[in-house]
């Protein structure tokens, strides 16, 4: 059986100086600590690089401006442990996140994917990590909801493999038609009850940047998988 301790956190991030610093911290702050922390830097034009290696024992894959999913598709490439966890740049976890999901696959070999709820958190003046994040939420409930989303999943990086290269023709949804293909919901996964993702809802997220496109964007993936399943 496969060592369920070792595990790589993968990020990719493009001028992701505004939060990529709190994103850090709730990787690093884990009960269970990833023995390894890849971030792919998209060509960030602004501090971006300078901020990440303030962290000791960040590894940065420096790319020219490719998109998020060949951004993702690089630090992939690097995963050399057993399993794998991706968090975006503006995003946060909770603290014990790592260590709920490590105790789903350590509980069943046959696990591929762990998945857990996640909260959308409107951004704001003091969320400046994960701890006011929850002083917040008890201000301000929010309902968890149990979405595939990339941030709240943990992959044995054998499954992660198994799927392919994340696209890289769109912007919107590139991930989450990654992780919810129907090669992704065949395979085994557990779910948990736990928290597993602070999803930081702000001005600069992709979908409210560009919103025609992303509409677009969003159809274009729904039309294919629905051709697909006829």
């Known amino acids: 059986m496969s060592d369920v301790t070792e595990l ?9 100086s505004a939060t990529i610093g709190r ?11 990833p023995v390894r922390v890849v ?5 960030s034009v602004d501090d971006t690089v300078a901020m990440v290696r303030e962290f000791a024992g960040i590894e940065v894959v420096p790319l020219e401006h490719v998109g998020l999913g060949a951004a993702l598709n690089a630090a992939i490439a690097t995963v050399d442990t057993d399993f794998v966890a991706f968090l975006d740049d503006d995003d946060l976890w909770p603290i014990d996140r ?19 709820p996640t909260v959308n958190i409107v951004d704001g003046n003091g969320l400046t990590d994960a701890e006011a994040v929850e ?10 909801m149990l979405v595939r989303l990339l941030g709240a999943t943990t992959m044995r990086a054998t499954a992660m493999r198994s799927l392919g ?10 991930t989450a038609s990654w992780i919810s293909s129907p090669e992704a919901t065949a395979l085994t996964t557990s779910t948990t009850s736990e928290l597993a993702l602070y999803r930081m809802v702000h001005g600069a997220n992709m979908g409210i940047v560009e919103p025609t496109l992303a509409r677009q964007q969003w159809l274009d993936l729904v039309r294919e ?3 697909r399943q006829q």
Do not use: C, W
């Open 225 to 227: 998988r629905v051709q």
């Open 39 to 43: 971030v792919a830097d998209d060509g």
């Open 98 to 116: 790592l260590e709920h999901h490590l105790a789903e696959f350590r509980a069943d070999p046959a696990v591929d994917i762990v998945l857990g």
């Open 165 to 174: 290269a994340i696209r890289t023709d769109i912007m919107h949804g590139a």
């Open 8 to 16: 790589t956190v993968v990020m990719a991030t493009y001028n992701g």
């Open 23 to 33: 994103s850090l911290r709730s990787i690093l702050g884990q009960t269970h600590l």
């Open 135 to 144: 002083e917040h939420l008890r201000k301000v409930p929010v309902d968890p």
